[in-house]
């Protein structure tokens, strides 16, 4: 799915792509985004708990707190400052993690089959009922640890040659892990006896120092701090770029789509980061762990029958990386998240149902609250003139601006706004959109920035947008009802028009309906 939507939004997207835009996608972008947000706040108390290894009256919340304020920074500074700290913390968890399991199988007091098969018995249950109902209900609690992985497809946008990397990264990095986590788990079960483990915060760390006395804890310590860092990082990340793909379909609000200065969603990371320390500061590490877990399953369930919805919907469509034995994969992915939500703890599912109710009472009230709210902060705006100079035409563009900038000089507190409108069809497709939008952006921008530095010789402040609307005439007139204190609207002359032309041309159009002057 990744590889045919390479842009930001994961499930959200794909979701949408088969079901359309609706209650059910607003459901999934939402849960995908707060499930990311609980986990951050997971793996934050997680770090607080680590921490405490070395210094036992740390309190957990406050380093919680800090944890994830440094790593709002590192999101606002941009994707490449998030890449190399996880590239960093996940080179040294590697290495420390590959040396427990080793030397925990080399070692006197490490790894033994007896510890690991106490009395000849793999399952603990005393019938088979209740050695799989405890599976399953574990399977509940930590199934959060494998959705880093999604973190790859959420951002499939930033990738390079997405139809290349995204399966590598995928497919190498689940082998790898999963390799991990078996190995890591074994070793740790055969060293310590299982009923002995049973309760413990820090069993790694537990296990170490029966092996690695001294020093192993330490070790330990550390490799936990590190990969609950690492998970902070990737789950903040992937919920920022989902609150931004919610903010640009026009379902959060619009501030959490607005990017700065290093080109990040700086509305919808501070908002992301407060919701994780409101989070964090619960504590609960067991509770945060099924919220999460219970609402990545939700949207990997209604993402598994995407898939085959997409296929039957659009079988001629581009598919760098078809899925294996289609249709049974997606079928039997959709069956497992059945079935482990089932075994998630009782007190989970009612928070869950809770919150999906609370987002579809949003999504129905929510709409016409926030435009009523808005057409009240509008009408509280201080009355700073604004032109308004919409911008098309490469060969009038400059002296248009050179006019609206003589303007601006003969008054005072007068601001210029150009505008370029991107005339887009209502029935392309978000794939299509997506893929031809950034190439048009980026064709406007170069001639909205050439015109802006007509006003910016004169030092007269300027700013620019790029508006999309299915008719040129559409975004202006959307631009001028966004804010009422834009006195004038400058077009350019567009030369002699016939009577037929000049029915459907923007200026008339304008001209007709605007709330401001018009000059032409």
Request: charged share 15%; aromatic share 10%.
């Amino acid at each position: 799915l990744a590889t045919t939507y390479p842009v930001a939004g994961g499930a959200l997207t794909y979701v949408r792509e088969a079901f359309g835009a609706n209650l059910l996608s607003f459901l999934v972008g939402s849960l995908d985004c707060l499930s990311s947000t609980f986990y951050a706040a997971l793996s934050a108390v997680g770090f607080a708990y680590s921490l405490r290894v070395f210094v036992p009256a740390l309190p957990v919340v406050p380093v919680a707190i800090v944890v994830t304020l440094v790593f709002v920074v590192f999101n606002l500074l941009g994707i490449n400052s998030v890449g190399r700290v996880q590239i960093l913390l996940g080179g040294i968890l590697l290495t420390l993690l590959g040396g427990y399991i080793v030397l925990s199988m080399a070692l006197p007091h490490g790894f033994s089959w007896h510890t690991f098969v106490p009395d000849g018995r793999f399952f603990i249950g005393e019938n088979a009922w209740g050695s799989f109902a405890g599976l399953f209900a574990t399977m509940a609690l930590v199934f959060n640890a494998y959705v880093g992985f999604e973190v790859i497809a959420d951002d499939a946008e930033e990738v390079k040659q997405p139809e290349r990397t995204i399966p590598r990264a995928l497919l190498v990095s689940l082998g790898i892990v999963t390799l991990i986590y078996v190995a890591v788990a074994l070793v740790t079960l055969g060293t310590i006896p299982w009923h002995e483990l049973a309760g413990s915060e820090t069993a790694l760390t537990d296990a170490a120092g029966r092996f690695l006395p001294g020093w192993g804890p330490a070790l330990m310590a550390i490799a936990g701090m590190i990969a609950t860092l690492t998970s902070v990082n990737t789950a903040m990340l992937s919920a920022t770029r989902e609150a931004l793909t919610m903010s640009r379909d026009g379902v959060w609000p619009a501030f959490m789509s607005r990017l700065g200065r290093f080109r990040t969603p700086y509305g919808a990371v501070w908002v992301i980061g407060g919701v994780i320390i409101a989070i964090a500061a619960v504590g609960l590490v067991d509770f945060l762990s099924y919220i999460s877990s219970s609402g990545y399953l939700f949207v990997l369930f209604f993402a598994s029958l995407a898939l085959v919805r997409l296929r039957r919907m659009h079988p001629d469509l581009p598919r760098p990386f078809r899925v294996p034995w289609f249709p049974l994969t997606p079928y039997l992915a959709a069956a497992s998240c059945l079935l482990v939500i089932a075994f998630t703890h009782w007190r989970a599912l009612l928070f869950g149902a809770g919150l999906i109710g609370t987002l579809t009472v949003w999504y129905y009230v929510g709409p016409p609250l926030t435009r009523a709210l808005r057409e009240r902060i509008r009408a509280r705006e201080p009355d700073r003139d604004r032109i308004l100079v919409t911008v098309a035409n490469p060969n009038t563009a400059t002296g248009l601006c050179q006019t609206a900038v003589t303007l601006a000089l003969a008054s005072e507190d007068t601001t210029l706004c150009l505008l370029s409108v991107l005339p887009i069809a209502r029935d392309l497709s978000a794939l299509t959109a997506q893929r031809l939008l950034p190439r048009l952006k980026n064709s406007r921008q170069a001639l909205l920035k050439q015109s802006a530095a007509v006003a910016q010789e004169r030092n007269v402040p300027v700013y620019t947008k790029v508006r999309m609307a299915e008719h040129i005439a559409d975004g202006i007139l959307e631009e001028l009802d966004s804010h009422h204190n834009y006195q004038l609207v400058m077009m350019g002359w567009p030369g002699p028009l016939s009577e037929e032309r000049l029915a459907h041309h923007p200026v008339k159009a304008v001209l007709q309906h605007a709330r401001a002057h018009v000059a032409v």
